[in-house]
């Protein structure tokens, strides 16, 4: 039976090369004063054991954790997970996130807070003092939360809050959501539409009244009434479909309505079906995240895609590579796109082949 390989450790690169622990240490994290003689030795004793060196080898010097910690909002995600109804946010955020990480050398490790605790800072705390990350990545709504923020400013340590304007520390990352609601009204407009609906998001979140200004600000350009035509929602199924049964009941009736999420545009689709209305002929559709999802609906959703990935990848490089610098052009954008499918056309019209 064959033997199982001994994993080579720092150990073992500083006792073949004759040197402490801690110089194996700076050479592999490219400190400085280490004599040009010394590192060629060390990294000689690296390429001939094989040695790949890990994030505990890294963290010996002690300037650096090289972890980002990405913090979500615990309720919201866990009911996600349960539901399975094909959110793919986290997904998203570990895609961009974990894979700009690799290209520096880091790792980023995914953490569920919960915002509304009392004891979120004790609860953070905790979670900073183990990992002792480098940089922390915040989603709405704790990035707008002043404990959590005033919590690591106090820690000294470098954060970026997505979905987040406000001035103050940290670097304000969004993903362009007024100008999103604003392209998928202009959208609907192009396409002959005048009476616009639009299902609001939580009011929890900030992005969910930019995406209203967005909409009211273009409905409002091409001299077209809005009054009555917004209604709330949450994010979830439940309140997409009592938000479109509000608009759907009035008179007249909107001809199309944008969701601020793939799950309120599912239910407006549904409640749709059960009025026996046709989309697009009858109501145009347009949602927010483009999840997996508008793929799958009939007909497929028209929807805005939201840069999750890209923006997650732009926070973790700007938190590596520059931190919370007080130079940084704030905020930081990342402009979303509009993804055209079978849920939208012309009032009474048929969609494009």
């Known amino acids: 039976m064959a ?4 994993a080579v450790t720092i150990k073992h690169v500083a006792a073949d090369a004759g040197v402490s622990l801690q110089t194996v240490s700076r050479v592999i994290n490219n400190e400085p004063n280490v004599r040009p003689a010394m590192k060629a030795k060390v990294q000689a004793s690296i390429d001939k054991l094989g040695y790949v060196p890990s994030i505990a080898a890294q963290r010996m010097s002690g300037s650096r954790s090289y972890l980002i910690l990405a913090i979500n909002d615990r309720d919201r995600t866990i009911a996600d997970w349960r ?5 793919d946010w986290v997904d998203q955020m570990l895609l961009g996130g974990m894979l700009k990480s690799a290209e520096y050398g880091y790792r980023m490790i995914f953490e569920l807070v919960d915002t509304h605790s009392d004891h979120v800072e004790r609860e953070l705390g905790a979670t900073i003092a183990a990992l002792q990350p480098d940089g922390v990545i915040l989603t709405p709504p704790h990035s707008e939360n002043p404990l959590i923020t005033g919590l690591l400013v106090e820690r000294r340590i470098a954060f970026a ?3 987040s304007i406000e001035p103050g520390p940290g670097i304000a990352m969004t993903m362009g959501d007024e100008g999103s609601a604003r392209l998928a009204t202009e959208h609907l407009i192009g396409l002959g539409h005048s009476c616009i609906g639009f299902i609001a998001g939580s009011d929890e979140y900030s992005l969910s009244s930019w995406r209203v200004d967005g909409w009211r600000n273009a409905m409002a350009a091409a001299g077209l009434p809005h009054a009555g035509l917004c209604a709330q929602g949450d994010f979830g199924y439940d309140s997409g479909a009592a938000a479109a049964r509000t608009l759907l ?3 007249p009736r909107p001809t199309a309505i944008i969701a601020s999420s793939d799950q309120m545009a599912l239910a407006a689709l549904d409640t749709a079906i059960e009025r026996r209305l046709r989309v697009p002929e009858d109501l145009s559709l347009v949602s927010f995240d483009n999840t ?3 793929r ?6 028209t929807a805005i895609d939201q840069p999750i990935a890209a923006t997650f990848a732009k926070a973790v490089e700007l938190l590596i590579t520059k931190g919370n610098a007080p130079d940084q052009a704030q905020p930081v954008v990342t402009e979303s796109c509009l993804v055209q499918r079978g849920s939208t056309a012309p009032p009474g019209g048929n969609a494009p082949r």
């Open 83 to 87: 539901t399975r109804q094909g959110s």
């Open 3 to 6: 033997r199982r390989r001994q």
């Open 249 to 251: 009941e009035q008179n």
């Open 296 to 301: 799958f609906t009939v007909p497929q959703l």
């Open 292 to 294: 997996p999802v508008t």
């Open 161 to 163: 809050r997505i979905g």
